[in-house]
């Protein structure tokens, strides 16, 4: 998209980890308690969290279905 500014690759993993605390503390999981429902591990999602790990397609779908959202929503402001 024209216009738009760019990110790096660690400003779009921060950003991504951010959107997913929100939602998961929206929705009143703990991190234990999204990787206990969602089958991921515990470290891996607190790495996701914090932009330290590039998450897979897969495992954006397995927390979306777990959290019970649209994996667009992970995206989004």
Known sequence: MLGMPIETESETKIRFGQRLKAVRTALGYSQEGLALASGLDRSYIGGVERGERNISLLN???LAKTLNVTPREFFES
Do not use: L, N, S, V
């Open 60 to 62: 954006i779908y397995k």
